[in-house]
């Protein structure tokens, strides 16, 4: 490994180069996944939060949950032998605040449930997101095709669906309102194996939530760029070893005339790229966890530290692979034809 960091030093250009790249691609993939975990979460906090389950839904209303509607009978069936099922539904609407401002929300009630806010008739339970448009708790808010109103008791935190916030609202108080006896969506929590249920689709909680039109787009969109600047990265290790290979033809085969085995070579190989990933990665890291420190007020990012750690081991192994295959060429080093080249 002397012989790496020597070389190494010797280079500084070269592997600056690299790493500088490096560091670019890993910083707006890190980035990207950000934004990407930030959306997800402000597109569909609500389900994302529940506990591992099975979400069912009408087997005719073809994967879209605005058209599903669980009949009665069969829902009240399900809540008896289910004890920790619930029944609920979510539509987007709008309320009005007392200076008759619109806000976009989206009205959630169920059954009684400990997953759901409990909310009484006449009230609504908002995400906290609605303090920064100044509603308080005890304010007076109302809906156009609602004849009463609504009086704010509280805030929760992280409650978004389809990057609005969430008002919770009596299962009486949202009927009135849609003008429906219906709910539609029921969820079992904990199940372990699929029920079948006459006239209902199941979901799993990822299934589910790729029926949501919006974020399963979204998703796809973030995640298909995230992957390509990782195949970016690996791409960018296989030409960088293999224009240094090319230039240390003769200085390898000196090297195998001497004795030094082809694994240690590329031991050589591994410990340069190690060394150029970290340091890249821990750059790049301590910058975009900055980045969430400064990003703009409502800008939805968000980097766990798990999927920081998911991120920079696939660098690493993507590095590791890219600079592997541009050493092949090792392996069919002749010392003799080697030599005779020169070395560079």
């Given amino acids: 490994m002397n012989i790496a960091w020597k070389e190494m030093k ?3 250009a070269k592997f600056t180069i690299l790493g500088s790249i490096i560091f670019l691609v890993s910083f707006l993939t890190f980035i990207i996944s ?57 539509q987007m609407g709008f309320v009005n605040d007392t200076e008759e401002k619109q806000h976009s929300v989206a009205f959630v009630t169920s059954t009684d449930s400990k997953l759901f806010e409990s909310v009484g008739k006449g009230e609504v339970i908002l995400d906290r997101s609605m303090e920064d448009d100044g509603i308080k708790v005890g304010d007076i808010l109302t809906n156009n095709q609602f004849n009463g109103e609504f009086k704010v008791t509280g805030f929760v935190d992280q409650q978004k669906y389809s990057h609005a916030p969430v008002a919770f609202i009596n299962m009486e108080d949202y009927k009135e309102i849609y003008r429906t006896h219906e709910m539609q969506l029921i969820f079992i929590p904990g199940t372990e194996k699929v029920q079948d249920v006459a006239g209902l689709q199941s979901f799993s909680n990822k299934e589910f939530l790729n029926t949501i039109p919006s974020y399963n787009a979204e998703q796809m969109s973030l995640n298909m760029i995230v992957w390509f600047l990782v195949v970016i990265s690996g791409m960018l290790f296989a030409i960088f070893f293999y224009m ?15 004795g030094v085995k082809t694994s240690r070579l590329f031991g050589m190989m591994w410990y340069q790229m190690i060394v150029i990933t970290v340091i890249a990665l821990v750059l790049s890291v301590a910058l975009s966890q900055g980045f969430a420190t400064i990003a703009p007020e409502g800008m939805p990012f968000s980097l766990t530290l798990g999927t920081t750690i998911q991120l920079s081991i696939i660098f690493l192994i993507i590095g590791f692979i890219g600079a592997t295959l541009s050493g092949l060429q090792i392996k069919k080093v002749e010392p003799l034809q080697a030599i005779q080249q020169g070395e560079v």
Avoid at 37 to 51: E, H
Avoid at 244 to 258: D, H, P, R, S
């Fill in 244 to 258: 240094m290979n090319v230039q240390k033809i003769g200085l390898y085969g000196i090297l195998k005339a001497l």
């Fill in 34 to 90: 950000g934004l990407s975990n930030g959306l997800s979460q402000d597109n569909a906090a609500l389900i994302k939060d529940l506990p591992d389950g099975q979400f069912y839904m009408n087997a005719d209303a073809n994967e879209t949950y605005n058209l599903s509607r669980i009949d009665v009978d069969a829902q009240t069936d399900i809540l008896n032998k289910q004890k920790d099922a619930m029944a609920f539904s979510i």
């Fill in 10 to 12: 010797k280079n500084k």
